[in-house]
């Protein structure tokens, strides 16, 4: 996707393409790397055709990305070598077992913020050369390797740069937070050589010239930014405390957490928000795995709603959900109850439920699973969240919104742009060519054409409900676990 922007952060046109996903063996995710290149520059050329400007107008471009995608292409030619090993892709879950049963977990939690897992791409790379037999060209220094933002950058921009930023580094599981470089030691854990990395640049700053032959006019790229941090400051979270939620199939939450990173607890995370001028700034993240989701099985599994735009109205006719409490835990529970063995539960069903009890159930409980990862984050930052900005599909849904705001006791802001991905690479890519980014205080203010939610419950009822929820959850815990026995 490319969309095009004005420097007051307005969209003036967009466009985007699909591409495959490939699953060849159970567990298995790839992309074909020319399919990630070719959509991207069919994109930019649609985006700025439909907007009918001369590319030579465009002050600055910005590279946002899903993280952890791992490719692999060769230093001569830039021609990809395999397949992009995509973030889900879980095939290097033993390198990352055999990493526990060494002992070095708490080196790894330690040095980069991260719980060890596959879905980093540290052990995507230790696969790669090994399992793909890359590992002799790539100590002879004819690969590369990099994530989504360091292969478009190679493939785009004059001169081939082989760059990332900081955040995309801090999602590798090999870079240090606090030293802000490559840590040797865990590069020797995975096996890694280091001249096979990217060089980490800011987020925001001066990174090459757009290739001419894509636009018609070099355009400087002054941006690199994994999607989540994107989002944290398009929606202007620049001081500490500031919070965004990003409303999809899960959740993303992301806490401004300040010059220093937080050691993380309770299955949350501590990672880069961005850095710019050489300053870092960090921030905890926490993901609840199935919030659009539950929507979206009500759709196709209940079959009790056709679209997922019709729970809003369903659930507005009932004043509450009856004492009804769903549990969406289809794959497990994240923080704070990092529990991989609870499964979806409908609790308090009477014969007076119906469906639109279910939906009203079902849209509550995305907003009580953000609200647990908001209270942790409170209690591990030390920091009272200033508001929560909210942005993402799910977040047309004003019934949710409003659930959000009155379950946390905290205004909840949907922008008026939603698409906060972009616009934050877009700010980023700006703030290096000269242009304003906006006050600190814009996380918690509504800006022109935001919509704000406040609260509008008691804090007696606040408390209800969330014990309600609370019992719901105990009842979800260890379910498939205690049914097998084990």
Excluded at 18 to 41: C, I, K, M, R
Excluded at 43 to 63: F, H, N
Excluded at 274 to 286: N, S
Excluded at 316 to 335: E, R
Aim: proline share 5%.
């Amino acid at each position: 996707r490319a969309i095009l922007f004005t420097p007051q952060g307005r969209p003036v046109s967009s466009a985007a393409f699909p591409f495959a996903q490939h699953y060849p063996n159970p567990g298995w995710v790839e992309h074909d790397p020319e399919d990630l290149l070719s959509t991207s520059v069919r994109a930019l050329r649609g985006a700025v055709e439909q907007a009918g400007v001369p590319p030579e107008s465009i002050a600055a471009m910005g590279i946002t990305n899903q993280r952890e995608t791992t490719l692999r292409w060769e230093r001569e030619g830039g021609r990809a070598v395999c397949p992009a090993v995509v973030w889900q892709c879980r095939r290097t879950a033993p390198i990352i077992q055999r990493l526990r049963e060494d002992g070095l977990a708490p080196m790894v939690t330690q040095r980069t913020g991260l719980v060890p897992d596959a879905y980093f791409s540290a052990s995507k790379i230790t696969w790669l050369l090994d399992e793909a037999g890359l590992r002799g060209r790539a100590e002879a220094g004819e690969l590369r390797f990099g994530t989504v933002d360091s292969f478009l950058v190679s493939q785009l921009v004059e001169g081939a740069p082989h760059v990332t930023d900081a955040t995309n580094a801090s999602r590798t599981m090999l870079f240090s937070l606090k030293d802000q470089r490559w840590d040797p030691d865990l590069l020797a854990a995975f096996r890694v050589p280091e001249a096979l990395l990217p060089e980490v640049r800011d987020t925001s700053g001066y990174v090459g010239m757009l290739k001419k032959d894509i636009l018609g006019a070099e355009i400087p790229v002054t941006a690199l930014a994994g999607d989540q941090h994107a989002a944290l400051f398009g929606q202007g979270c620049y001081a500490p405390g500031g919070v965004k939620n990003t409303y999809g199939t899960g959740c993303f939450m992301l806490m401004n957490t300040g010059d220093a990173p937080v050691q993380a607890t309770g299955g949350l995370l501590s990672t880069m928000a961005w850095r710019i001028g050489g300053k870092a700034v960090f921030a905890l993240e926490g993901s609840v795995f199935t919030a659009g989701a539950a929507i979206q099985w009500l759709r196709d599994g209940l079959g009790i709603i056709s679209s997922a735009a019709e729970t809003e109205a369903l659930a507005a006719q009932v004043a509450d959900t009856g004492g009804v409490h769903f549990v969406p835990a289809f794959t497990g529970l994240g923080a704070p109850h990092w529990d991989m063995y609870a499964r979806g539960t409908f609790t308090g069903l009477t014969r007076g439920t119906d469906r639109r009890h279910l939906c009203r159930a079902a849209l509550e409980a995305i907003a009580f699973q953000s609200d647990d990862l908001l209270r942790l984050m409170e209690s591990v930052s030390g920091m009272p969240p200033r508001a929560l900005r909210a942005d993402g599909g799910a977040t047309e849904n004003a019934l949710l919104m409003q659930a959000q705001a009155d379950i946390s006791g905290i205004r909840v802001i949907r922008p008026l742009v939603r698409e906060s991905t972009a616009l934050g690479a877009a700010r980023l890519a700006g703030l290096a060519v000269g242009f304003p980014v906006g006050e600190d205080t814009a996380c918690d203010t509504a800006r022109e054409g935001d919509t704000a939610f406040e609260p509008n419950i008691t804090d007696e009822q606040r408390a209800a409900m969330r014990a309600g929820w609370a019992r719901a959850v105990d009842a979800a815990l260890h379910w498939a676990k205690d049914a097998a026995g084990r």
